[in-house]
């Protein structure tokens, strides 16, 4: 009697040679393919025995209940037999039980999804304590207690993981089958944003925030995957109104959304429906008591400015839209240090610390341009520094830029300004050491990114070429080099802003 095959059910269909890895073999996850499992190594085999021969005859085995054994009472019934009875099916009039109910298991795919899953939130989050993660982060520490019936969201949670799993371990063959899982994430987004229902629940608007997290991870589209994200995403807010925005989970998808959605605005220089009053209204509560809100709330302003400032380049205005521009500005930076006054009524919330301190970041970058660096007390309070020292170089930058075309500036007052827009971009550059350590995870080290591109426009502005270089070697060194097909630009979104015609707006 020949010997049984013991690959898996997909192998032994396509009649290839497998590996039998456990739990799902190789070939399968070259292909991109779910590995559907293996048979059991012992089952019952059960005869019929004719009453006039005598001589048994094999009933055929029903081997597709092995298959992706457990994964759900749904998957493992199969029609006309019990998941909990006979491995082997008999004719109706002779059925009988075989053996007891089997306990059940908790399927391989759920449990590598929990495993992978509470890798990825370990490696992406914080490790050390302090006062409430910033409402993008704390998000992430939801995930796990999410209810399991959004086939959208389970993929997308499955795609980031290995994303995750792969860049931490310099892994690229984990690479690949995480572009399969993402691929087949975006498949089913798609169809879920296409069901007017589905596309109105926060495990979309979640599932699409994901995917745009997997794009700063593994992107190999110069940022365009990024972009077209976030513009989806704000398709999404835009269905469902700003009344939508009740929850807990949906708030903390929303002010995840609009610093994405900010980001962008400050590469393309184009605003959002996110500064509009209606969409402002979502976030009033939450801004009386969290500094990380109300400071989205004065930044989702920026990108307005940018665009006035821009049009009336291009297409010209009178001298009173140049004054109310200006006027615009110089009110929003009011409400910019009002912010930091009140987040700084103790004292500043970091201590200046000679680099060698931070773990790890002379690895990354071993230039002491900045020496010494910032420790901030607790991770929040280096995001919410680092965003407001971004924001005030880009804004008052651009009001530095209107005054000195259009106003008659005195010595003193450009020593003044120069002074300022200096000491912003030189706090973002001392606050990176803190957010590229080992311990402040991947999305402090992702945070970084914008901020020096920032830092390094105004360095190379200024003539500043080391500062400039340093800046350039850091965001290198934070996009995880060696992992990507092709080098990525210093700026991501410069080709997508090519493209981009001058009247396109952001939703």
């Known amino acids: 009697m020949p010997k049984r095959s013991?690959?898996?059910?997909?192998?032994?269909?396509?009649?290839?040679?497998?590996?039998?890895?456990?739990?799902?073999?190789?070939?399968?996850?070259?292909?991109?393919?779910?590995?559907?499992?293996?048979?059991?190594?012992?089952?019952?085999?059960?005869?019929?025995?004719?009453?006039?021969?005598?001589?048994?005859?094999?009933?055929?085995?029903?081997?597709?209940?092995?298959?992706?054994?457990?994964?759900?009472?749904?998957?493992?019934?199969?029609?006309?037999?019990?998941?909990?009875?006979?491995?082997?099916?008999?004719?109706?009039?002779?059925?009988?039980?075989?053996?007891?109910?089997?306990?059940?298991?908790?399927?391989?795919?759920?449990?590598?999804?929990?495993?992978?899953?509470?890798t990825f939130i370990a490696l992406y989050l914080p490790r050390a304590d302090g006062p409430?993660?910033?409402?993008?982060?704390?998000?992430?520490?939801?995930?796990?207690?999410?209810?399991?019936?959004?086939?959208?969201?389970?993929?997308?949670?499955?795609?980031?993981?290995?994303?995750?799993?792969?860049?931490?371990?310099?892994?690229?063959?984990?690479?690949?089958?995480?572009?399969?899982?993402?691929?087949?994430?975006?498949?089913?987004m798609l169809r879920a944003i296409q069901?007017?229902?589905?596309?109105?629940?926060?495990?979309?608007?979640?599932?699409?925030?994901?995917?745009?997290?997997?794009?700063?991870?593994?992107?190999?589209?110069?940022?365009?995957?990024?972009?077209?994200?976030?513009?989806?995403?704000?398709?999404?807010?835009?269905?469902?109104?700003?009344?939508?925005?009740?929850?807990?989970?949906?708030?903390?998808?929303?002010?995840?959304?609009?610093?994405?959605?900010?980001?962008?605005?400050?590469?393309?220089?184009?605003?959002?429906?996110?500064?509009?009053?209606?969409?402002?209204?979502?976030?009033?509560?939450?801004?009386?008591?969290?500094?990380?809100?109300?400071?989205?709330?004065i930044c989702i302003c920026i990108p307005r400015l940018l665009e006035r400032t821009d049009r009336l380049a291009r297409d010209g205005g009178s001298q009173t839209d140049i004054d109310e521009l200006i006027d615009d500005s110089n009110n929003l930076a009011d409400r910019g240090f009002e912010w930091i006054s009140i987040f700084e009524r103790l004292?500043?919330?970091?201590?200046?610390?000679?680099?060698?301190?931070?773990?790890?970041?002379l690895d990354l970058c071993a230039d002491r341009v900045f020496d010494p660096v910032f420790d901030f007390h607790y991770f929040g309070a280096g995001i919410c520094y680092m965003i407001y020292w971004m924001s005030m170089l880009i804004m008052q930058g651009n009001t530095f830029r209107l005054l000195r075309q259009h106003r008659q500036l005195e010595m003193k007052q450009l020593m003044m300004w120069d002074r300022q827009l200096g000491g912003y971009a030189d706090s973002i550059c001392r606050s990176i050491p803190y957010n590229c350590r080992p311990s402040a995870g991947y999305t402090a080290k992702f945070g970084c990114l914008t901020p020096l591109v920032v830092?390094?426009?105004y360095y190379e502005a200024k003539g500043a070429k080391k500062e400039s270089e340093w800046c350039e070697n850091v965001y290198m060194g934070a996009r995880v080099p060696g992992l990507y097909q092709s080098p990525v630009p210093l700026e991501p979104l410069k080709e997508v802003k090519k493209t981009v015609k001058d009247n396109a707006r952001f939703i």
């Open 6 to 118: 013991t690959g898996c059910f997909e192998c032994r269909k396509r009649k290839v040679r497998c590996d039998e890895a456990k739990p799902e073999c190789n070939v399968c996850l070259r292909r991109g393919t779910k590995c559907p499992g293996f048979r059991p190594p012992q089952s019952f085999i059960l005869h019929k025995f004719d009453q006039q021969t005598e001589r048994p005859a094999l009933i055929k085995e029903d081997e597709s209940r092995y298959k992706y054994a457990n994964q759900s009472p749904k998957d493992s019934v199969i029609s006309g037999s019990s998941p909990a009875r006979a491995v082997a099916r008999l004719p109706g009039s002779e059925a009988r039980p075989v053996d007891e109910p089997l306990p059940k298991q908790v399927s391989s795919v759920a449990a590598d999804r929990i495993q992978h899953l509470g």
């Open 132 to 188: 409430a993660l910033p409402p993008p982060s704390a998000l992430m520490l939801g995930l796990p207690t999410m209810p399991a019936n959004s086939q959208v969201l389970l993929a997308a949670v499955d795609a980031l993981s290995a994303a995750q799993l792969a860049v931490n371990n310099r892994n690229n063959p984990l690479i690949n089958r995480s572009r399969s899982l993402y691929g087949t994430a975006l498949s089913l």
């Open 195 to 297: 069901d007017p229902v589905t596309a109105l629940k926060d495990e979309t608007l979640l599932s699409t925030y994901l995917l745009t997290l997997y794009e700063v991870f593994v992107g190999v589209t110069q940022g365009h995957g990024f972009f077209y994200h976030v513009q989806g995403l704000l398709h999404l807010l835009r269905q469902r109104g700003p009344s939508s925005f009740q929850s807990r989970l949906s708030l903390q998808v929303f002010h995840a959304i609009r610093y994405n959605s900010l980001s962008i605005g400050y590469h393309m220089r184009k605003a959002s429906m996110l500064d509009s009053p209606e969409w402002l209204a979502v976030t009033v509560r939450a801004a009386k008591v969290d500094p990380y809100v109300a400071l989205q709330d």
């Open 347 to 361: 004292g500043p919330r970091y201590d200046r610390v000679d680099i060698e301190l931070m773990d790890g970041f």
């Open 455 to 457: 830092a390094r426009k």
